[in-house]
């Protein structure tokens, strides 16, 4: 069994994805692969018990045969974190060990690693101290924040040592990808930093299905409920008069098109562009000549409480933050991971 451990030192990094993508890959290769994700931050319930929402989502997508209380051993949750600082909690170190001990027959096993190397510290659990327990290869999988992130690998690869198995940089803007690639990673490389893949930001995996959008802003949907599940890549807010809003939602795809209620004139204009649904905001909805035409073409109207400059900033701290947790993003995962991940010289490193 060859262990390897996905960390990052920021959250949000696409340590999901590319755990995702490396046991498809895998699999398609022949190998017998299990997933294991230590501490889950996302409580999601399954029946009757609490399990990580990452966890079953890879379960269920890789069709791993493991249950849930193995691949998903333990749970952050509000009464886990009372439990804690109240010194009731149990060994979780053990409870997790064991888990990953019932992956002996497996190939490989993917540890879904928290979002530092220090989470988990007061459980006795953090990345460090697990990597050394499974005697794991440590994969980091670091954003692209400039010199930063080359600090981040190459200070990573100091602490490890022999545990530092190597990093992926990811998220780089399409304008600094052949920077990275023919600097950053050359440098890396010399320093002793295997880099086994230079992933650029997807608007696909960065899109943020509606259903999503909806859940974030707390809304009420005012009809095509039935389109949900669409993506949304951009977003506009109608503040301007019509003429400049229709130039401007010509320029933007796959949008959503954020204005007041009253303002009947830009949301006709924005459903005559690509916009994928318009979000109302002051707690009101529109007129039934507005929702005839969004209903006629398909697209969902949301109704909001909150005023523009809220639903803005709420939607901005999510913004980077989606989930891959939905099945029409596995495709793009796989896809990215065959052009960009070097998946010979990565097998022949864990050798």
């Known amino acids: 069994m060859v262990p390897i451990f996905i960390a990052s030192n920021t959250g949000f990094s696409g340590r999901t994805f590319i755990s995702l993508g490396l046991a498809m890959k895998l699999i398609e290769q022949g190998f017998k692969v299990g997933y294991l994700k230590p501490i889950g931050p996302v409580p999601i319930k399954k029946g009757k018990a609490v399990y990580d929402a990452d966890a079953l989502f890879i379960k269920e997508t890789l069709g791993l045969e493991e249950p849930l209380d193995v691949i998903s051993p333990f749970v952050q949750t509000y009464e886990s974190q009372t439990l804690l600082f109240e010194g009731g909690i149990g060994n979780v170190r053990k409870i997790i060990l064991d888990a990953f001990r019932s992956f002996k027959k497996k190939d490989f096993v993917i540890i879904g690693g ?9 459980l006795g659990a953090n990345a460090l101290s697990l990597v050394n327990d499974m005697k794991a290869s440590l994969l980091m999988v670091e954003p692209w924040r400039g010199e930063a992130s080359a600090d981040v690998l190459f200070g990573a690869s100091q602490l490890l040592g022999d545990r530092f198995g190597g990093g992926i940089i990811n998220k780089v803007s399409v304008s600094a990808v052949n920077y990275v690639k023919e600097t950053v990673r050359p440098f890396l490389e010399k320093k002793g930093v295997k880099v086994f893949g230079v992933f650029a930001k997807d608007r696909a995996l960065e899109a943020v299905s509606i259903r999503q959008l909806n859940d974030i802003l707390n809304g009420k949907v ?49 459903m005559e562009t690509s916009t994928r649904c318009i979000i109302l905001t002051g707690g009101l909805t529109s007129n039934d000549v507005v929702i005839g035409k969004a209903q006629a073409k398909g697209i969902p109207i949301i109704s909001v409480v909150d005023d523009t400059f809220t639903t803005i900033d709420k939607i901005e701290v999510r913004l980077g933050k989606t989930s891959i947790r939905e099945k029409r993003k596995v495709e793009r995962v796989k896809e990215m991971m065959d052009i960009e991940f ?7 490193s864990m050798k």
């Not at 928290?114 to 007061?122: Q, R, V």
């Open 342 to 348: 070097d998946m010979k010289r990565f097998l022949k």
């Open 114 to 122: 928290a979002s530092d190397l220090f989470e988990g510290a007061l």
């Open 222 to 270: 005012v009809c095509c409920e039935d389109r949900l599940d669409e993506f949304v890549e951009n977003f506009s807010v109608g503040a301007m008069d019509v003429d400049s809003a229709l130039a401007h939602f010509r320029r933007m795809q796959n949008k959503a098109v954020i204005t007041g209620a009253h303002r009947s004139d830009i949301q006709l204009a924005a």
